[in-house]
């Protein structure tokens, strides 16, 4: 028997790095035993908020091996796989299938403009053709602010009908619900994530999994608590709470804020650093932020 897909509040996971900017792994496995412990129910590896286009294949790939051999349960694990070029994404999803991640999240091949729908149906039939892996799960990653190129709910469709489950879902991170919702409707028993924990007020009326979330690696217990309880006025209650977290971190530039917020909240300055090209919140702005996460999270 299979086991179950990843559902539920999933991390967005930073990754902690070294002065060179390589990956830190102990510091980043101790995380990820944290995210499971404390309210996640998986864990996306090598993602945006992870810092993934920042890292060589190698790098990645030696942070895929690291947590493959942590002995974290990598059915509750989904990784970024998708980059520029083909053969890449094919390696790197191929050793996630190998290694047992639950899942690959894929970019679409972001360089160049205006690709037609026909391209990237044609990308990732040759990327299902070459990983040629029986437990391929392939999530699409719809980020069209950074890649200015969509995951089109027609394509998705088009997926779907020539692969089936090993298409498995979407990460919605273009804040736009009405798409998410589009795809959920057109495609039956298919996973989309939005990527706010707001989403999780709706989640079981709109028909979402969860959420894949930057703001998850702080707000992890009150997503929780919202998923848990959906439906209910608990449930709205921490989706409030997780919702003006998030709103405290987002208001500064993401990647660098998860991190200082998580340079405070393990009380380990390395935390904060970030690859080039971003650069770290000021440290006003860095010691501001923690402070009033630290006030709000203290209240009820």
Not at 258 to 268: I, N, P, S
């Amino acid at each position: 028997m299979s086991n179950p897909r990843p559902r539920g509040v999933i991390a967005a996971t930073a990754t902690p790095l070294h002065p060179d900017d390589s990956p830190d792994l102990p510091r980043l496995l101790a995380h990820c035993r944290a995210l499971l412990d404390n309210g996640c129910d998986a864990i996306n590896l090598l993602g945006t908020t992870g810092e993934a286009t920042a890292f060589s294949v190698e790098q990645r790939l030696a942070v895929m091996r690291a947590v493959a051999e942590s002995h974290l349960p990598l059915d509750r694990f989904m990784v970024g796989t998708g980059v520029c070029a083909l053969e890449e994404t094919v390696r790197l999803t191929r050793a996630a299938c190998e290694l047992g991640f639950a899942g690959a999240l894929v970019l679409p091949p972001f360089y160049y403009p205006d690709v037609p729908d026909d391209g990237l149906v044609a990308y990732v039939d040759e990327l299902v053709r070459r990983v040629a892996h029986p437990q391929l799960a392939i999530y699409l990653y719809h980020i069209p602010q950074n890649t200015k190129l969509p995951w089109p709910a027609e394509v998705v469709v088009r997926l779907r009908e020539r692969h089936g489950a090993t298409v498995a879902g979407l990460k919605d991170s273009a804040g736009d619900l009405a798409h998410a919702r589009s795809i959920v409707k057109a495609v039956s028993d298919f996973d989309v994530f939005p990527s706010s924990e707001a989403s999780l007020g709706s989640a079981a009326a709109d028909g979402f999994a969860g959420c894949i979330s930057a703001t998850t690696n702080l707000t992890a217990p009150y997503a929780q608590a919202a998923w848990a309880a959906r439906g209910t006025s608990a449930g709205e209650t921490a989706v409030r709470k997780a919702a003006e977290l998030r709103a405290l971190i987002a208001a500064h530039p993401l990647v660098a804020a998860v991190k200082a917020a998580l340079a405070g909240h393990y009380r380990d300055a390395s935390w904060a650093r970030v690859c080039l090209p971003l650069q770290p919140l000021a440290a006003q702005r860095a010691a501001n932020l923690c402070e009033t996460l630290e006030r709000r999270m203290a209240q009820p």
